[in-house]
């Protein structure tokens, strides 16, 4: 019983922070939190460095994934010390592997990709959970299962950055087929704001936009519930397939709805990584034998998360993602201070 309510509460939160964020992050307000004075300049202002609602999302969808993760393993009691030691090697690989291979796909030196640092995270998460099994004893297909799951719920909710910067962003309504125009004619985006990607790099801010990033928000969030239900019901590798098949295909599919460049061809990198992984993911399954079912108790799973040094430790690790993601390096402020005389 705690199990669902688990999964209906975390439903409900979700659905609500969703339906604010699809109405308030696509306007100009939404992209910049604040701006630091870095240099004074001869004109007596100052030139500063923005601080973004991308990085402050992106933080807080890291920081969702990784609390994820320990709560589902939680409730199977793995030692918090292994779930720490292999979501470290995990972050260790994925967070710089979002630029890295943003360079070699997009060959922009100033931007960040989700897909890359996912694939990377597919592909090395077996063998730091195979490492686990041999070092420690830890199961390995509820280690990858909930693994999946974060990354969905991660990536999902990562979306919310993109809808604030104004990045990823789907095709024009014009520039569609009739049928969906008219699907999306009372569900699309428009983006306010010239310091938004989608209107310096393709002038389509105050147009209506297939808003591709909500759908992801919604589809990655649903097989991300669907995963925790089949996790906490011992369904490790229903869980783990679930989850990698809808969000990998998925990024498949929603690339042919997005208007923002994603490297040279008709199929681009990130797609194709996307295809590896769901044979890859496959393959995974087929080498691990079955697990044994263990039994749940969300409520342990829940603990793991009121714990001081847990708490230490996300608020850290929340604190050095935003400053990583969230010091704009494409966006420039100019600013001046001055006394206000009749407060004095």
């Not at 569900?187 to 010239?194: A, D, I, L, T």
Request: net charge positive; glycine share 8%; hydrophobic share 55%.
């Amino acid at each position: 019983m705690n199990d669902v309510v688990f999964v209906l509460c975390l439903a409900m939160i979700l659905t609500a922070v969703f339906r604010w964020a699809f109405k308030a992050l696509p306007r100009e307000t939404w992209q910049i939190i604040a701006a630091m004075p870095k240099q004074k300049l001869e004109t007596g202002g100052w030139m500063g460095e923005n601080l973004t609602f991308y990085g402050a999302f992106t933080a807080s969808a890291y920081i969702f994934a990784v609390a994820m993760i320990f709560v589902l393993l939680g409730a199977i009691s793995v030692p918090i010390t292994a779930i720490v030691a292999i979501v470290s090697l995990v972050l260790l690989i994925c967070i710089p592997a979002s630029t890295t291979i943003a360079k070699v796909v997009e060959k922009k030196a100033y931007t960040f990709t989700v897909g890359g640092a996912s694939f990377a995270g597919i592909v090395i998460a077996p063998w730091i959970a195979a490492a686990a099994d041999f070092a420690m004893n830890i199961p390995v297909m509820p280690v990858l299962a909930a693994i999946s799951i974060g990354y969905a719920f991660g990536e999902g909710f990562g979306r919310l950055a993109c809808i604030s910067f104004g990045c990823c962003y789907g095709k024009p309504l014009s520039d569609c087929p009739v049928f969906v125009q008219k699907l999306f004619e009372n569900r699309h985006f428009v983006f306010r704001g010239k310091t938004k990607k989608i209107a310096y790099s393709h002038g389509l801010d105050g147009q209506k936009i297939i808003p591709v990033q909500a759908i992801t928000i919604i589809l990655y969030s649903i097989s991300g519930l669907l995963g925790v239900y089949f996790f906490l019901r011992g369904f490790y590798k229903a869980a783990y397939v679930e989850t990698l098949a809808i969000t990998q295909l998925w990024r498949l599919i929603s690339e042919f709805l997005r208007a923002d460049y994603r490297g040279q061809g008709k199929i681009s990198a990130y797609q194709m990584m996307s295809i590896l992984a769901v044979f890859y993911g496959i393959g995974v399954v087929s080498a691990f034998p079955n697990t044994l079912t263990y039994q749940t108790d969300i409520m342990n799973g829940l603990g793991y998360l009121w714990n001081p040094l847990m708490i230490f430790l996300l608020e850290g690790l929340w604190l050095a993602l935003f400053l990583h993601t969230g010091r704009s390096r494409v966006t420039g402020s100019c600013m001046t201070f001055h006394v206000i005389q009749e407060r004095i």
